[in-house]
């Protein structure tokens, strides 16, 4: 017979509980002992001279050095450029398909390692939504000083998506269209109160623990694709991080808050992108977001695939996402008679081409 725990005392353990938690967190912050690792160590003092963006490397204002991959156009001469911010844990290399796939349809693509992630310094340390929010700013900057004219778009997976989100809302951010696959906006207001629970005791009593190992959320096991090839792939890449630190996870929730609020003032052209499949962010999250997106705004193209999941372009269907995303890109390109007339009748031919196709999987886009 199970040990049956009466009300008042569980609510009195929990009361005795936070109020150490509390205690503790206190005399961490100011008898300067600490449970926290030391900051780690940064290139920052190394550049100061502003942003600046070469071959294989974006440095943004403080100095920091992203790692940065680039696929030009086939033909040399690309008429749009998109500027790809990669997922949680991973790095700029996930869009090698997305990047090939696209320089075939001469549209240069840029991706770089996010702060934490892939190549750069302290990888596994969260360095702030802001802060990355601003690089993305001044990177699409410093490209449009280089290509003056040339249309721009950016593309987040997962975390990307909530950068990319945080950066159009709170930042200088412009940019010819957004490209969301599966953003992460799993904030607290979607998260049941003992996740909340739990993430806010361990964030602030043992931030420095790593936590993970698979794939997994609170816990569960989850399936992030059904190509079970490029999963076996990514565990066995060494600049795929697998396992998080707390207080990593604790700064990516506070990312996903912000993002999930930037939805409602979302305006500019937007294609976004879910898999009905999708475990990391489920369905009830996703419907969430598309509820808080605004009414009136008709710019707001969204694909759903049925056999979808949340590393769509992984997937085994990820050639009908590339497909889509090249199709909404040159779409726009068209469409967008006020920047680009001169260039418009450069894509009609295109576009026709297309139109029987697009027809097609109109019955996948609800806008």
Same mark, same amino acid.
């Given at each position: 017979?199970?040990?049956?725990?009466?009300?008042?005392?569980?609510?009195?353990? #929990?009361?005795?509980?936070?109020?150490?938690? /509390?205690?503790?967190?206190?005399?961490?912050?100011?008898?300067?002992?600490?449970? =926290?690792?030391?900051?780690?160590? @940064?290139?920052?003092?190394?550049?100061? $001279?502003?942003?600046?963006?070469?071959?294989?490397?974006?440095?943004?204002?403080?100095?920091?050095?992203?790692?940065?991959?680039?696929?030009?156009?086939?033909?040399?001469?690309?008429?749009?450029?998109?500027?790809?911010?990669?997922?949680?844990?991973?790095?700029?290399? $996930?869009?090698?398909?997305?990047?090939?796939? &696209?320089?075939?349809?001469?549209?240069?693509?840029?991706?770089?390692?996010?702060?934490?992630?892939?190549?750069?310094?302290?990888?596994?340390?969260?360095?702030?939504?802001?802060?990355?929010?601003?690089?993305?700013?001044?990177?699409?900057?410093?490209?449009?000083?280089?290509?003056?004219? #040339?249309?721009?778009?950016?593309?987040?997976? $997962?975390?990307?998506?909530?950068?990319?989100?945080?950066?159009?809302?709170?930042?200088?951010?412009?940019?010819?269209?957004?490209?969301?696959?599966?953003?992460?906006?799993?904030?607290?207001?979607?998260?049941?109160?003992?996740?909340?629970? @739990?993430?806010?005791?361990?964030?602030?009593?043992?931030?420095?623990?790593?936590?993970?190992?698979?794939?997994?959320?609170?816990?569960? @096991?989850?399936?992030?694709?059904?190509?079970?090839?490029?999963?076996?792939? #990514?565990? =066995?890449?060494?600049?795929?991080?697998?396992?998080?630190?707390?207080?990593?996870?604790?700064? &990516?929730?506070?990312?996903?808050?912000?993002?999930?609020?930037? $939805?409602?003032?979302?305006?500019?052209?937007?294609?976004?992108?879910?898999? /009905?499949?999708?475990?990391?962010?489920?369905?009830?999250?996703?419907?969430?977001?598309?509820?808080?997106?605004?009414?009136?705004?008709?710019?707001?193209?969204?694909?759903?695939?049925?056999?979808?999941?949340?590393?769509?372009?992984?997937?085994?269907?990820?050639?009908?996402?590339?497909?889509?995303?090249?199709?909404?890109?040159?779409?726009?390109?068209?469409?967008?008679?006020?920047?680009? =007339?001169?260039?418009?009748?450069?894509?009609?031919?295109?576009?026709? =081409?297309?139109?029987?196709?697009?027809?097609?999987?109109?019955?996948?886009?609800?806008?």
């Amino acid at each position: 017979m199970l040990f049956k725990v009466k009300k008042p005392f569980l609510f009195l353990f #929990m009361f005795l509980f936070m109020c150490a938690t /509390a205690a503790i967190h206190f005399i961490s912050d100011n008898l300067l002992w600490s449970f =926290k690792s030391s900051k780690p160590d @940064t290139n920052e003092n190394k550049y100061r $001279s502003g942003p600046l963006l070469t071959k294989s490397t974006f440095i943004s204002a403080d100095g920091y050095l992203h790692p940065l991959k680039v696929w030009d156009a086939e033909n040399g001469k690309h008429k749009a450029i998109v500027v790809c911010l990669h997922g949680f844990n991973d790095y700029s290399s $996930s869009f090698k398909s997305l990047g090939k796939y &696209l320089s075939t349809q001469n549209i240069k693509t840029i991706a770089y390692d996010q702060r934490g992630f892939g190549g750069t310094d302290s990888p596994g340390y969260w360095h702030g939504g802001s802060v990355m929010a601003e690089d993305l700013s001044s990177l699409v900057a410093l490209i449009k000083d280089k290509e003056e004219d #040339m249309p721009v778009f950016v593309l987040g997976s $997962s975390m990307g998506g909530g950068v990319v989100l945080k950066a159009l809302s709170t930042t200088d951010l412009i940019v010819d269209g957004a490209i969301l696959l599966a953003p992460a906006v799993r904030g607290r207001v979607v998260m049941p109160w003992y996740q909340r629970t @739990t993430l806010w005791f361990a964030a602030h009593v043992i931030p420095w623990v790593q936590i993970g190992g698979g794939a997994s959320i609170a816990g569960r @096991t989850i399936t992030p694709s059904d190509n079970i090839l490029a999963l076996r792939k #990514m565990r =066995k890449d060494p600049m795929i991080i697998k396992k998080t630190i707390i207080s990593t996870a604790w700064g &990516l929730v506070n990312l996903m808050d912000d993002a999930l609020l930037a $939805s409602n003032e979302l305006s500019v052209n937007t294609l976004l992108l879910y898999g /009905a499949k999708d475990e990391v962010i489920p369905p009830y999250v996703m419907k969430r977001m598309m509820d808080s997106l605004p009414k009136e705004s008709g710019n707001i193209t969204k694909i759903i695939y049925d056999d979808g999941y949340h590393m769509l372009l992984h997937d085994l269907q990820a050639e009908r996402v590339l497909f889509d995303i090249n199709l909404w890109i040159q779409d726009s390109l068209v469409t967008n008679t006020t920047k680009y =007339k001169e260039k418009k009748t450069l894509h009609v031919s295109l576009s026709q =081409k297309w139109n029987n196709t697009y027809k097609l999987i109109r019955a996948r886009i609800h806008s």
